[in-house]
């Protein structure tokens, strides 16, 4: 049974979202008020800012007071005590001289932006997006204002409404102006889900300053989120080389892995850095996660057993991602003492899971059966276990053991589509053909729409010797004619259909049989089953060269399957094409014709189903 291994932990959108967010509030929300209230018109205003910056924060409050009292219009001296006041965490006489000025001043620019940089540096958004959004209004063509707005819409996560803003914003001709500009455009998109375009608008900010290391770091996280390796690497080796760093040198790790390069280098700079214990252990299982969602499994077990070293060889969850590790390398007997090592300290469902998966790969059915059956013991209400337990007994041909695990399971989880194909599948393994067809079809409605269930009703009664129930073909066709665009449905009712003709010798149904079976391949050009399906209808109604092209490219997508390169030897030889009917009349003697096709069910349920409810929860 495969397992799915944990994924990296790397620097991901949400991350690069909010930390770039972070620097460009603390930047914008310091800037933009020594914007408003720094225009100096008067020494007395200069002098109180110098006094503040020197740290005579009093002496510049009295001074600023002073002149107020003399000139209580004065804009500039009012927002730089209002900014003093800001910065010594004295919030409300700083909003009380912000709206002071407001008010004196009701239609300045400068008063509102300075308002609304205090309250989005005070966490307010709500608040500031108001005080922006009116400055907006009455200044329009104002673009700091907008841009400002748009900064606290992207902080609100309001990211559709911020990029409507931003786009509104031609980017600044000043080289830091113009960096914290794309990486809020970056921010945004990131926000939206556009990962291409968020890489595009940090290369834009790279562009501007291209020795900037910090710059090339968070330029690399966003190429790498869109999959653009080779440019990831072009920013982030060279960074690593210079200065090797976990920060970078994982991220180069990652990129390598991905675009399948050499990563060993990589990975031997990052074992060699020298760092604090604690950094040191961060970096191993960091490392080991990249290298386990690539299937580095080897390498990922020599990361774990050196994070293991130093966290003292017994942290319980480092011990099951080690077993994790070694059952994925194919270390079976070491997983399992990995895992002994850790009942030893305490048992969980978990750990009797993963034993279950290694004794099935080792070839022990009955220790397999028993380790799922602990994990449901000490873990009954969890689902997947009971799943596990069931596809364990099917893989082995225990159906009526299995099917007694899905019943009791479908008792305990009634709206669990998993445990109805498990059902459906253990009842068709047992001829309860029409209790089959109930299974799948209940597993379809709590599904919502085609998915597995519809591809395991079609697979076991297109196999069905009596041919495919009524109920199977009524509920697949509906879907099929009802949803025109649903590749699955249209396949499996074509693929129905045609056994249903066939195995009747009913030629009269063929033309809709091909009909659809045509738009099932448009749909889906590489389902085996829709190419297949229609070669073998167009075969059975002697349409000989049609039915040669399609089962080329059938045996193409099924190459073990006998049956295909039978029947294409049949029509090749029925075409006078001796030699290449010979070679695939060879072809079907070396096929698998004996494959038994419900262990090979069994099978793609434990892969595709199984995996998927462990997915989420795999590791802690």
């Not at 889900?193 to 940090?202: C, I, L, T, V, Y």
């Not at 700079?269 to 990249?290: F, G, H, K, V, Y």
């Not at 002697?542 to 039978?566: F, G, K, M, N, T």
């Amino acid at each position: 049974m495969n397992r799915v291994t944990a994924e990296p932990a790397k620097p991901t959108l949400p991350i690069l979202l909010l930390t770039t967010l972070a620097m460009l509030a603390a930047a914008i929300g310091a800037v933009l008020p020594r914007i408003a209230g720094e225009d100096v018109r008067t020494s007395v205003t200069e002098r109180a800012n110098q006094l503040a910056r020197a740290g005579h924060t009093e002496e510049a409050v009295r001074l600023l007071q002073t002149t107020l009292a003399a000139r209580p219009t004065d804009l500039d001296a009012r927002l730089a005590l209002a900014n003093i006041y800001a910065r010594n965490s004295k919030a409300d006489k700083a909003e009380q001289e912000f709206r002071e000025a407001l008010r004196l001043h009701p239609g300045s620019s400068s008063a509102e932006m300075a308002l609304g940089a205090f309250y989005a540096g005070a966490g307010s958004l709500g608040t500031a997006e108001q005080v922006l959004d009116d400055a907006v209004r009455r200044h329009p063509k104002l673009t700091e204002t907008r841009a400002q707005l748009a900064l606290v819409l992207a902080r609100e996560r309001k990211y559709a409404e911020a990029e409507a803003d931003i786009r509104l914003v031609p980017p600044p001709a000043d080289p830091n102006a113009r960096v914290r500009y794309f990486r809020l455009a970056a921010s945004i998109h990131s926000g939206l889900g556009d990962s291409h375009a968020a890489a595009r608008a940090m290369e834009e900010a790279l562009h501007v300053m291209p020795a900037d290391e910090e710059l090339q770091l968070v330029a690399s996280v966003a190429e790498a989120e869109a999959g653009e390796w080779q440019a990831c690497i072009r920013n982030v080796a060279p960074l690593f080389a210079r200065h090797p760093a976990p920060s970078s040198g994982l991220i180069l790790l990652r990129a390598q892995l991905a675009s399948h390069g050499d990563f060993i280098s990589t990975l031997q700079s990052l074992r060699a850095l020298n760092l604090p214990e604690d950094q040191t252990l961060e970096l191993r299982i960091r490392s080991a996660e990249i290298l386990a969602s690539a299937d580095k499994h080897g390498e990922a077990v020599e990361e774990l057993q050196e994070a293991l070293k130093i966290a003292g060889g017994r942290d319980q969850t480092l011990l099951y991602n080690l077993a994790v590790e070694q059952y994925g390398s194919g270390q079976f007997d070491k997983a399992l003492a990995t895992l002994a090592s850790l009942r030893a300290q305490e048992d969980s469902a978990e750990i009797e899971d993963l034993a279950g998966d290694i004794e099935e790969q080792r070839g022990d059915p009955s220790a397999a059966i028993h380790r799922h059956q602990n994990a449901i013991a000490l873990a009954p209400g969890e689902e997947r276990y009971r799943l596990s337990l069931g596809a364990e007994l099917l893989q082995y041909g225990n159906y009526e053991p299995a099917a007694s695990v899905f019943q009791q399971a479908a008792e305990l989880f009634p709206k669990s589509a998993r445990i109805y194909v498990g059902l459906g599948m253990a009842y068709y393994f047992m001829d309860k053909y029409d209790d089959s067809v109930a299974a799948f079809l209940r597993a379809d409605k709590l599904d919502g729409g085609p998915g597995r269930a519809t591809s395991y009703l079609g697979a076991t009664q297109v196999d069905n010797p009596a041919g495919p129930i009524p109920a199977a073909v009524d509920a697949v066709c509906g879907r099929a004619d009802s949803h025109p665009t649903e590749s699955a449905t249209a396949t499996w009712c074509g693929a129905l259909l045609f056994r249903k003709a066939y195995l009747a010798d009913d030629q009269s149904a063929a033309p809709d049989i091909i009909r659809r079976l045509h738009i099932a391949t448009r749909l889906a050009p590489g389902d085996p089953v829709a190419n297949c399906s229609l070669a073998h209808a167009l075969e059975w109604t002697e349409q000989l060269l049609e039915a040669r092209h399609w089962l080329e490219i059938c045996v193409r997508l099924r190459p073990d399957s006998a049956e295909d390169h039978y029947r294409l030897s049949h029509v090749y030889q029925r075409l006078g094409l001796a030699q290449a009917a010979a070679e695939q009349a060879d072809l079907t003697i070396k096929a698998n014709a004996e494959q038994d096709q419900h262990k090979a069910l069994a099978k793609k349920f434990a892969d595709e189903i199984l995996d998927q409810s462990k997915a989420n929860t795999e590791h802690k």
